[in-house]
């Protein structure tokens, strides 16, 4: 169904892994038919995003009825296809590269983050403080993006280790709704901290992926991780079908670089939002 084995390193400030034709035509264009024929979706986000979220009750009708997107959550849904992965980015990433400071002690396929509204304090209590002995999951939703679905520069929840994104359908370049990578204008060999949302002007792209159908992309979901969607133009092509998800710890992920280590900090703020909104910073700790 997925053959990871396409997966290659691609030049960039944190680790990404790339795989072109990963899945074959006839399995995404009947992947498009099941999240076509849903009839309801958990939420809609980001300018038009419509999304089919784990951990759902419309989530579990929907893989009910659903026979590949059934067939790959299981296989993404497993310790196994995530050692996989671990192993191929470890055989890829050797030098200077990020690493997270504590592995998780097991895999938990009935487990997904919440995603509710909470303020920051709530947040903040939620993800603890005992970063050790973390237990991992998988995150997942199946989604479709209308015109007018963009996504600003950002680093994901602070609870992520590896983000994956699996592209359905072709999207001409002109009608935008590319995965864009971005890195600090300015080069630091270490840097004191990585805010969840930069300035635009603090970035520079470093790659863009024009939607291509049967494209899965992988990485790292580190401190500096910035990436976003450009505005996507719905004429004269299809809708936006995509699978984003990752592989998440039920505690914050902890980061080391270079022998520094770095902890999230969540900022202040009384409104009650999504985790996906609320504002984290990654600070040093030296350790030598």
Request: aromatic residues 14%; charged residues 30%.
């Amino acid at each position: 169904m997925i053959n990871i084995g396409k997966l290659k390193k691609i030049k960039n400030n944190f680790p990404v892994l790339v795989a072109e034709k990963a899945i074959p035509k006839n399995i995404c264009k009947n992947l498009i038919s099941e999240i076509s024929s849903s009839k309801s979706f958990d939420d809609i986000i980001m300018g038009g995003r419509s999304r089919i979220n784990k951990g759902s009750k419309n989530f579990e009708i929907y893989l009910k009825n659903s026979e590949y997107s059934l067939k790959l959550f299981k296989k993404f849904n497993s310790k196994i296809f995530f050692k996989k992965i671990e192993k191929i980015f470890k055989s890829r990433f050797k030098e200077n590269t990020w690493t997270n400071l504590y592995n998780p002690r097991s895999f938990n396929s009935k487990k997904f983050t919440l995603k509710r509204k909470v303020n920051s304090k709530e947040l903040t209590k939620l993800l603890g403080d005992n970063y050790k002995n973390p237990i991992l999951n998988l995150d997942i939703d199946f989604s479709v993006s209308k015109g007018g679905y963009r996504l600003r520069p950002h680093r994901d929840d602070v609870n992520r280790l590896y983000n994956f994104l699996i592209y359905l359908t072709d999207i001409p370049k002109k009608n935008g709704g590319s995965l864009t990578l971005y890195k600090k204008k300015y080069k630091k060999n270490i840097r004191k901290s990585f805010r969840r949302f930069p300035k635009g002007s603090e970035l520079k792209i470093v790659k863009e992926f024009t939607p291509k159908q049967g494209t899965v992309i992988f990485f790292k979901s580190t401190p500096n991780s910035y990436h976003g969607v450009k505005r996507f133009k719905e004429f004269d092509c299809p809708k936006r079908f995509f699978i984003y998800g990752s592989y998440a710890l039920n505690k914050p992920v902890i980061w080391s670089f270079k022998n520094n280590n770095y902890f999230p900090t969540i900022v202040p703020n009384n409104k009650r939002m999504l985790t996906s909104f609320h504002d984290s910073n990654y600070l040093l700790k030296k350790t030598s």
